[in-house]
């Protein structure tokens, strides 16, 4: 995510930021120009978005009542009054910072309200007050459970699925990857290229999820996956793949906005290659994001606390990064578009 700044006083401020604290201006996110503007309350030319009383949402809109881009993908919301609010404010947050990520990439985004067959839209549910919720994808549309938001509950099913890491913003950049399968694969004429490297898709899915489920799964799967869930089928390998992707765009963007820096040859040996003219800039992007990673892993251990990135990159897995990298290019409009990489110095951690 980039680091904004105070339309008055131009002071830093942050993605979630409603309020500056060094001049007090009342501000408010914009996706167009990407960046937080002024909101004064309706006399002037933006207000809150229409959400903001039960969704916590600081974005901005431009006449009073209007729901802002993110706001109006969500469908469905748990009824007022109950006691999961909080839950889907956090949940809401985590789809802002999605929505505003899938804006900066320049990916094609398409509601439920303009396309209702096909387009996105989001049913925020709960299973505490809906034993019934299922979390998934059909047709644009994702259920998302936001009990997810609760870190007990989360952490108890990310123990029962035998998962590394859950977290609520992680399962949303997941089915959204659904949602983009359909755009950049099916209807992006990539569907051969796709089977070469995650399978054929037409492999029945019920059975996929019998296999997964009922038996131990793959033997050596770390050599071809990002995860073992990535393994149940080939679609679960694309939308696994697609979050990963948008972890390591995000978190090397906001890494560099922040000007963290990574000794290129930190870990003893000397800085990798420069990449050839074939690999394109996101290879060049992984071999900073493993750096980086693994720098923050470290950090997180100083502090007693679980890795940040629990995952191993094997080569097949960044080929299949690389694919989608190169499909959220060409739909974005631009092969070449730059890519924002941490500042690398000879200097040690920073």
């Known amino acids: 995510m980039r680091v904004m700044q105070c339309p008055t006083c131009r002071a830093p401020l942050f993605f979630e930021n409603d309020i500056c604290l ?13 960046d937080l503007v002024a909101v004064d309350g309706g006399s002037g030319p933006f207000t809150w978005c229409a959400n903001r009383p039960v969704a916590g949402c600081n974005w901005a809109v431009e006449a009073p009542g209007e729901l802002c881009l993110s706001c109006s993908l969500t469908r469905t919301r748990p009824p007022d009054g109950t006691d999961v609010g909080e839950l889907f404010v956090a ?13 900066d990439l320049g990916l094609p985004l398409v509601s439920f309200r303009d396309d209702p067959d096909g387009g996105l839209g989001f049913d925020l549910l709960s299973g505490r007050l809906d034993s019934s919720v ?15 938001a609760d870190p007990a509950h989360r952490e108890r099913v990310r123990r029962e699925l035998g998962e590394a890491y859950r977290t609520v913003l992680g399962h949303l950049r997941h089915e959204v990857g659904h949602y983009y399968w359909t755009v950049l694969v099916d209807q992006g004429g990539a569907v051969d290229a796709f089977r070469s490297r995650f399978g054929d898709e037409r492999a029945d899915y019920a059975d996929a999820v019998g296999a997964h489920y009922g038996g131990p799964g793959p033997d050596g ?8 869930y990535a393994t149940m089928h080939p679609w679960e390998d694309w939308a696994e793949t697609f979050a990963h992707y948008l972890h390591i765009r995000d978190t090397v963007q906001t890494a560099a906005e922040a000007g963290v820096t990574v000794r290129a040859s930190w870990r003893g040996g000397a800085a990798a290659p420069s990449p050839t003219a074939d690999e394109g800039p996101f290879r060049a992007l992984v071999r900073d994001w493993i750096d980086l990673a693994g720098a923050l892993n470290l950090v997180n251990r100083s502090m007693g606390a679980p890795d940040l990135y629990p995952f191993v990159l094997a080569p097949k897995v960044i080929d299949k990064l690389a694919f989608v990298d190169t499909l959220v290019r060409a739909a974005a409009g631009s092969g070449s578009a730059p890519v924002v990489r941490p500042r690398l110095t000879g200097s040690g951690l920073g």
């Open 22 to 34: 060094t001049c007090s201006t009342t501000v408010g996110f914009r996706p167009d120009p990407f």
């Open 91 to 103: 949940t809401e947050g985590a789809k802002r910072r999605l929505v505003a990520h899938l804006v």
């Open 134 to 148: 299922v979390i998934g994808h059909e047709d644009g549309l994702i259920t998302l459970d936001v009990d997810e």
């Open 221 to 228: 799967w770390e050599d071809g996956f990002v995860s073992a």
